[in-house]
């Protein structure tokens, strides 16, 4: 499978994202979150910069299912979900992951007819990367 | 025309075009097609290869202007240019060559695309180059190829407007229809039906496989020169009436989940532009020519060109609007869909074709024609008129 490729903006989430946690960028003056990460601020220009923890609750904005061809890697899952969620904290900022059953259960476990838009979903982490559960109501 | 008072309105003229055959493996190499295209279409405008100046072509093109120039015999080169962004660049090249012709830098431009898409690798399948979109983000989950990017997009867009299938039917079966008539289409004399998309295979659901373009080698190319010199010129001249680049605001690439506003992509702008500095309406538009790489792309374009309403494009495409005869004829080469799938250039030559009256799906008495570019990317767009 392909491993995150961090650039110097990126690296923090993933190191974040290792350690179990979902945070994004903010703005260290004027506090608007922003995604994906940038060197500086597009509201107010400020270099400074945070990193914010949010909830990681949010709700699919939308998702597909990937069929062959694909990857070798990916292949061998398909077909599989890719889902964009939207974040509860901030809506504007959608994360792109999977739905899984639970963390670590593999790509393409998740019954595609399973998947909705709106439905509410958190996140859990496997292996260093996000991903997203169904929440249970 | 002075520079500054009309700007490029009408101010230079598309006077030649050329083309290589198209298929799913061509023997020869890119750089080879790409000659034979220019060469072509430097004929077919009845100029001489040493009178060429300005060069414009746009990324993921192999074929490079030193190469071009020397194997040509081009003259000395005063303007080169090479616009970013893939597909999104094709009606870019044509713009850069008109506005440095106005402008005094150059005299004859040539424009042009060789690929060989159809035998040579997938750039998606190339994971040690950083491709043009926020990979870092995308790719770990398995969104790996443009057609997962957009497919995403469209399901919020089916969602959100309750658009179906059988629009996106209706526009793959538009350019399928009209390739079905040119006979240097891939796809002459293959029909396509319902029944055939409806239980084709999945790529990336809700896209299918006729929802995507046809991977294809060849190579087209055009000739720009001022209106002025195009009265001399061997054809008659098909006039830059309007041209545009977009790269909008908050804009993420063809990922563009972050923007406020994903469903609004660089057509919107582009379009506010293009109109802008336009005699013409969408009304006036005879028939487009819509870079269909995708089938929902075309859907965003006719909104963003100002076609129909906001989530109106599923249904603009009922009735058959987008077939001959119909309120705005789509493609009629065939497009990337079903004629070939050369980052959007062929849609250039067939504008060009309708408004000289030669086209294999002719529009009767055409006299406006929109080109587009990739839509998802930053992008550009033409009017040409006769
Ligand atoms: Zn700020």
């Known amino acids: 499978m392909l491993r995150p490729v961090p ?5 923090p989430f993933w190191e974040y994202a290792a350690q179990g946690e979902l945070r994004v960028q903010a703005c260290g003056d004027c506090g608007e979150l922003r995604f994906p990460p940038r060197p500086c601020c597009p509201h107010c220009q400020s270099f400074a910069s945070e990193w914010r923890p949010v909830s990681g609750r949010g709700r699919v904005w939308s998702y597909v299912v990937a069929h062959p061809p694909l990857l070798p890697d990916y292949a061998a899952h398909a077909p599989y979900n890719v889902v964009v969620v939207e974040l509860d904290e901030a809506p504007r900022i959608r994360l792109v992951g999977n739905l899984v059953a639970g963390a670590g259960q593999p790509l393409g476990a998740f019954p595609p007819e399973n998947l909705r838009i709106g439905a509410r979903v958190r996140a859990v982490f496997h292996d260093g990367l996000p991903q997203w559960v169904p929440e249970r109501s | 025309m002075a520079a500054g008072s009309g700007g490029l309105k009408d101010a230079t003229a598309v006077v030649g075009i050329g083309q290589t055959p198209f298929a799913k493996r061509l023997p020869e190499d890119e750089r080879t097609l790409a000659c034979r295209a220019v060469l072509a279409a430097l004929d077919d405008a009845g100029i001489a290869p040493g009178e060429v100046d300005a060069l414009a072509s746009y990324t993921m093109e192999e074929t490079d202007e030193v190469e071009l120039a020397k194997a040509c015999g081009f003259g000395d080169i005063t303007f080169f240019s090479k616009v970013g962004f893939g597909g999104g660049g094709s009606c870019a090249t044509v713009a850069h060559l008109a506005a440095a012709i106005v ?10 695309r060789s690929r060989k898409r159809g035998s040579g690798p997938r750039p998606w399948t190339d994971t040690t180059v950083q491709l043009p979109t926020p990979a870092q983000w995308t790719r770990p989950y398995g969104l790996l190829r443009p057609a997962d990017e957009i497919a995403m997009l469209t399901r919020r867009y089916l969602h959100e407007y309750g658009a179906t299938r059988d629009h996106l039917f209706n526009v793959a079966l538009a350019c399928r229809n009209r390739a079905n008539q040119n006979p240097a289409a891939i796809m002459y004399e293959r029909p396509l039906t319902r029944e055939m998309y409806m ?15 046809l991977e294809t080698d060849g190579a087209l190319a055009c000739v720009v020169v001022s209106a002025e010199r195009a009265r001399d010129c061997r054809r008659r001249p098909v006039y830059v009436h309007s041209a545009a680049q977009s790269l909008p605001a908050q804009h993420h690439g063809m990922v563009n ?5 994903p469903l609004t992509g660089p057509a919107w702008s582009a379009a506010r532009h293009l109109w802008k500095h336009s005699d013409l309406t969408p009304e006036d538009v005879d028939v487009a020519q819509i870079y269909d790489a995708f089938t929902p792309l075309v859907l965003l ?33 065939g497009g990337g869909l079903s004629e070939a799938y050369v980052h959007g250039f062929n849609l250039i ?37 006769s």
């Open chain 1, 7 to 11: 650039d110097a903006d990126g690296a």
């Open chain 2, 103 to 112: 402008a005094g830098q150059a005299g004859v431009g040539v424009a042009w």
């Open chain 2, 199 to 213: 239980t084709s295979r999945w790529i990336s659901e809700p896209l299918c496989l006729f929802d995507n373009c």
């Open chain 2, 257 to 261: 989940y972050w923007n406020d506003d």
């Open chain 2, 301 to 333: 374009s006719l909104e963003g060109y100002g076609f129909c309403g906001r989530g109106e494009g599923g249904a603009f495409t009922e009735g058959g609007a987008l077939e001959t005869g119909g309120l705005l004829p789509l493609n009629t080469g």
């Open chain 2, 349 to 385: 030559n067939e504008g060009v074709r309708q408004l000289r009256g030669t086209s294999t799906a002719q529009v009767p008495d055409a006299s406006a024609c929109l080109v587009t570019a990739g839509e998802g990317v930053p992008t550009s767009a033409l009017l040409l008129r």
